[in-house]
């Protein structure tokens, strides 16, 4: 077991830092149904922590957790080494924890640029009058989260679609533009809920690869939930496995791929 | 020539009541851009908003009636005058406080139902305020004067008769209410596209849950909203009060801001102004020509009048038939 503040060096040789999300015994209740059953695990700082299981497993849950969307009834979450009261997930999003969604939110009405330029909102912080009239500090802002924003755009290659309204892109174009604006954050942990639920061969190729670009240009951990096995191994360094709300493993792919409860998870064993 | 000239104080005197229209649809669209939800209330809160205006202007002891029937005393009057910018800067303050009230007794409650559970609460709303005006400030008509000059402005009369040998009527009151729209507006547009707030605003209106992932507070959006309508139904409420008086009547006003959406979208401020203008120019323009007996009469052989009454009724029902988003709506597109 590793030490909270130690880090590790994955296969690649990155360097992988100390503890940034601790969750601590989690159990999540709808009414009389356990999701989350005394979960704990970690993440740290800038590795790729993939959360899988089946269907109904709890993922989703767990990662509404983490950003404030659920209220866990029993259970801790550190973040940053505090202890996290409970939150609201406007709250959760101001300390610098970013998320994308498996059924995509999107401002439909606004263009891409204008939707990844709410993702710097908080960052603004000239007054209210300042902005209202275009005057002093908050051009100068203006311009600079112009600069970011555009830097994310070419990064994720969406510079001909800048203009276009959202609610015109196809499917995997605007998961790419979630993304976008949970970048544009600038994040210490970014979620990723099912990033490539729906896309085809190439897109999940490509998202593949933006995710790991991220990860390496921008030092930004990175939970995510994927559903594709292939995926996960590739992409993550370490993995989470629920099954029925319960955690059944917990380590580096080839540790989790040799797991007998996770295979049978897998494979369908009968629970009982 | 001499219809002409008419005409064309028709259509002036029409483009300033268009303004006023404007101003209580204004209010209307505000709250449906940041909340989806139809503010049956809005032209009660402009009512209330002017209530209290002469309420504090005059010193009157809120609740007085109540008051003196519970304890049989003989209170009415603090007996001071305060001063109208001051009134106005703390009628500001009753409003918001009417947000702030607003959100956590009920928005707060009905958070994810349909439009149409938040429509007929707002119903509820209306209804109350205006009980609560009445009980807080007594139902007789109030004049309303906070300084603004009225009466027929005479440099124009002289000016157009100079001019055209004929002189314009039209009301200083008119004029001030248009430039202090122009400048609400301008207001409103610096705040909804440059400001952090009116981004956040426009994101609440169209995702609750995509705002919520970039760190906008839902409840602090719907306070502001809220506080924002509240703002200008009281500046609709001081020019509609000092026109006509401070009646109970005012609250129908609202309803003529129906057609003003439904030509100009519930979604759109400028919108709401051009729609506003429309409706002004075009009732007073039809009941001109209609009534006149050289113009109508000499075309159609009749003439009709009081048409005023049902005019942007009938264009919000053509407008229904053939743009049901209205000119400036956003287009609806039900994808399947």
Redesign the interface.
Known sequence: MLDETEGYTTADGRQIGPVVMDLRNITLRFGGVEAIKNISFDIRQGEIRAIIGPNGAGKSSMLNVI?G?YVPQEGEVWFKGYRRGPM????V??LGI????QNI??????SVLDNI???R??K?KSG?FS????WGR?EAEEIANREQVEKIIDFLEIQNIRKTPVGRLPYGLKKRVELA??LA?EPQLLLLDEPMAGMNVEEKEDMSRFILDVNDEFGTTIALIEHDMGVVMDLSDRVVVMDYGRKIGDGTPSEVRSNQEVIDAYLGVSHD | MDQLLYGSEVLINGLMTGVMYSLVALGFVLIYKASGVFNYAQGVMALFAALTLVGIMEGQVPFAHLINAMFGTHVESFGWNVPALLAILLTAGVMVLLAILIEKLVLQHLVGQEPIILFMATIGLAYFLEGLGDVMWGADVKTLDVGLPQGISESIEQATNDWFGYGFFIDRLDIWATIIAAILVA?LV??SQ????G??M??V???H??????????QFIWIMVWSIAGFVALVAGIMWGTKSGVQFSLSLIALKALPVLMLGGFTSIPGAIVGGLIIGVGEKLFEFIMSSPDLAGSWFGFTISATENWFAYVLALMFLVFRPQGLFG?RIIERV
């Open positions: 950003s969307f609201k997930p406007y709250e999003a101001r970013a998320r994308t969604f939110a999107l401002f439909d009405g606004m330029m709410t993702g909102l908080n603004v209210f902005q209202a009239l275009w908050a604006r949970a954050a | 207001a610096a705040f440059y400001t952090k707030q981004r956040a426009r994101a209106a169209d995702d849950q995509a705002a919520l992932s970039v760190g906008i507070s839902l956003e």
